[in-house]
């Protein structure tokens, strides 16, 4: 099992009462079964949180405790928890259980061993079993530090998550060797274990600030402890460059989440198809601006008709008229006196010359009224209709109309090589469809990337609990 947060392998770690987690020793992370945890966590507002589960490798979420004031990630599949360095620590305090483990101010020392407080604990025994390292004259702590009832007992690292951080507003940017650093994250980190040799000295509840900045595929970050100020410059390389590096057999571990400084593998790509975009986008709207520009907009007729149930001929013939020029669509519009009511005029456009038909339909109809005091209103008294493609030559429109009214009265205008901004539309829509799916690719691994960083990205659809399955 690999650590979700940093792929370090994990520790098993056996803790009192007979529990069983496992630990990172890296990031001082800890991964706890449903079944390990002695009180209910009803984790809310669950989102996705680009890890994996170390144990069954399902989908992981982040959520909320306590109101807001605790972020931890659960699985979906397993239901196990992920605490990060500190968190179980906050949890202690933020449940009420703090100091159930024979600590001073404990209200009943025979109450229930709360197994993140029996880690805590494991991680404090140990600790203090391992003494401080010394590196001679640039040591600067002053060995382990201790309780005020216990001599011989290692003080509960401090708890830095509700530390005050003005980097998380106002969001620094540093220039580096002609790069742009963004501020990713501003902590402060506590030593709650130690292990290995240094050169220094340094005990658990020895307390420091790390700022780190990202410039992909590079990272620049700041340790700040007794003030002095330590910078680091890093550039982020592949696992399977390390693998070959070191000669290691078979594969790296697979990726979990994604590394502040790692590359975008959508960037290039997305950057590539906005600018494409950009210039289609300019060039489809200067096509249009231009075709409208040089359209005729010809009116060839206009005529006004009376319809009434009482006449024996109810169809009605306009005069002929002249379609010149280039072959071009024709615009006829429809109005009508109609208030109420309906009407349905069956069309034809026919060439004098050929006697050619273009037969065709259109339906006026237009209700309006009062309803619990408030005015509706349903249809439109007009209609417009464009026939397309349509030849030069002259023409006349026969129409034939149909109602429930017995007499009404109604006008027609026709207009040639008229543009039509649908056209437009659906060409700057065909133009975003690929772009939208660019941008969704470069946003989703960016959004991964800064969700664990001071300034995450907020995403598009909010989901809830509801929602998990």
């Not at 203090?128 to 001679?136: F, L, R």
């Not at 207009?415 to 946003?443: E, I, Q």
Request: charged share 20%.
């Amino acid at each position: 099992m690999n650590c979700p947060k940093c792929a370090a392998p994990l520790q098993a770690v056996h803790l009192p009462n007979d529990v069983d987690i496992e630990t990172c020793p890296h990031c001082s992370g800890a991964f706890y079964d449903a079944a390990e945890i002695a009180i209910p966590l009803q984790v809310e507002n669950l989102t996705r949180s680009g890890y994996v589960c170390p144990k069954c490798q399902d989908q992981m979420k982040v959520g909320t405790l306590y109101n807001g004031q605790l972020t931890l990630e659960q699985c979906m599949g397993c239901q196990g928890v992920w605490f990060d360095a500190g968190e179980i620590q906050k949890l202690r305090k933020l449940s009420g259980v703090e100091g159930v483990i024979g600590s001073p101010g404990a209200a009943d020392p025979a109450a229930p061993l709360f197994p993140a407080a029996a880690f805590a604990a494991f991680m404090a025994e140990n600790t203090a079993a391992k003494p401080s390292s010394s590196g001679g004259p640039s040591s600067k702590k002053k060995g382990p530090a201790k309780s005020e009832d216990d001599g011989d007992s290692p003080v509960e690292p401090p708890d830095g998550s509700s530390m005050d951080n003005p980097d998380s507003y106002s969001g620094p940017v540093l220039t580096y060797e002609g790069r742009q650093y963004r501020h990713f994250q501003t902590s402060a980190p506590v030593v709650s274990y130690v292990l290995g040799e240094f050169n220094w000295k340094v005990a658990v509840g020895d307390k420091g600030r790390a700022r780190d900045f990202i410039c992909p595929p590079y990272l620049l970050s700041e340790d700040v402890s007794d003030g002095d100020s330590v910078w680091s410059h890093g550039e982020y390389i592949e696992p399977e460059e390390v693998w070959k590096a070191f000669s290691l057999e078979g594969n790296p571990p697979p990726r979990s989440g994604v590394a502040p400084a790692q590359p975008n593998p959508f960037a290039e790509s997305f950057s590539a198809v906005n600018g494409a975009f950009w210039i289609y986008f300019a060039a489809c709207i200067g096509l249009f601006v231009f075709l409208s520009s040089i359209a005729q907009k010809r009116p060839v007729f206009n005529g006004t008709f009376q319809y009434s149930s009482s006449d024996p001929e109810k169809s009605r013939v306009t005069d002929l008229f002249e379609v010149g020029g280039h072959t071009a669509n024709l615009k006829i519009q429809t109005v009508t006196n109609l208030d109420n009511h309906w009407s349905y005029f069956s069309m034809a456009l026919i060439n004098a010359d050929t006697d050619e038909a273009l037969d065709f339909g259109r339906e006026v109809s237009y209700y309006h009224g009062y309803d619990d005091g408030e005015s509706w209103s349903e249809g439109k008294s007009y209609d417009t209709v464009y026939l397309p493609r349509v030849k030069p030559g002259r023409y006349y429109l026969r129409i034939e109309p149909e109602t429930d009214i017995g007499a009404f009265q109604y006008s027609v205008g026709i207009t040639r090589d008229v543009p039509r901004v649908m056209f437009l539309f659906l060409a700057l829509g065909l133009l975003t469809l690929p772009m939208l799916w660019f941008w969704w690719r470069n946003r989703n691994f960016e959004y991964a990337r800064w969700l664990e960083s001071d300034h995450p990205i907020a995403p598009l659809i909010k989901s809830s609990s509801d929602d998990d399955d």
